[in-house]
């Protein structure tokens, strides 16, 4: 048994810069977090990105999914629609420490865009995109992170069975329960035109057959508001 002594060298691959949200489009916050609305980014080797939160409503939902398909074109130039959407509530430059091929997290704060701080209801839209000088390579195809993030208690659900048939049914998202009271509007397939049809009922339910409302395909999106919060399905 002669021992052989020899030497290894593991080179450690190079990590490309990375900029990863945990969910992107558009989705509703866990209810139980709303007072404390984060929207978490990963990134690894940038030093900083530009961060820009907008208060919207369901008005400006189209403009935002026109965005996303937008850049999931493979056009990754500048998305002029972000220059009217809603409201900027703050456009801002947030730091990493850049510790070489390390990821790290951001908690971006969500509530200073909430329409209702003090019950966490809103809708918010977060723009998360590398800085130019933070890029080692050509800025115009940077990673862009967009999402349309709700915070609410309510759920909206929809079951038709003709042009005049069908029930919205309205409950609580922490407790499953029905929520009465709730005002029900229909949007057409681009949201830009709305109508109020009525109330949900003590069991949480709105009848079509009680209106005069008649469902067409142009009709996509319903929608359930109990004073500040508002959902759209």
């Not at 469902?215 to 508001?225: E, L, P, R, V, W």
Request: one cysteine or more.
């Amino acid at each position: 048994g002669k021992s052989v002594t020899r030497k290894v060298t593991i080179n450690k691959p190079k990590v490309k810069q990375q900029l990863i949200a945990f969910r992107t489009g558009s989705y509703t916050l866990d209810p139980g977090l709303n007072k404390k609305a984060y929207y978490k980014v990963l990134a690894v080797n940038y030093s900083e990105v530009r961060v820009v939160l907008y208060r919207v409503t369901i008005a400006d939902r189209e403009n935002f999914m026109y965005g996303l398909r937008y850049n999931q074109s493979g056009k990754r130039l500048d998305n002029p629609f972000y220059k009217s959407i809603g409201h900027i509530i703050s456009d801002k430059v947030v730091q990493f420490k850049n510790v070489k091929d390390e990821p790290e997290e951001l908690q971006i704060d969500l509530r200073p865009a909430l329409l209702d701080q003090s019950n966490g209801f809103g809708h918010v839209v977060v723009y998360v995109e590398p800085t130019k000088k933070s890029c080692n390579s050509k800025f115009k195809y940077r990673t862009k992170l967009h999402s349309w993030v709700t915070c609410t208690h309510l759920a909206v659900d929809a079951f038709v069975s003709d042009v005049i048939s069908g029930y919205i049914l309205v409950t609580d998202l922490n407790s499953g329960l029905a929520v009465a009271d709730a005002e029900i509007s229909i949007y057409s397939t681009n949201l830009k035109h709305s109508t109020a049809i009525g109330k949900s009922d003590k069991h949480g339910v709105y009848d079509f057959s009680k209106s005069n409302f008649r469902f067409s395909k142009s009709s996509m999106y319903f929608s359930a508001k109990l004073k500040t919060d508002s959902v759209i399905s």
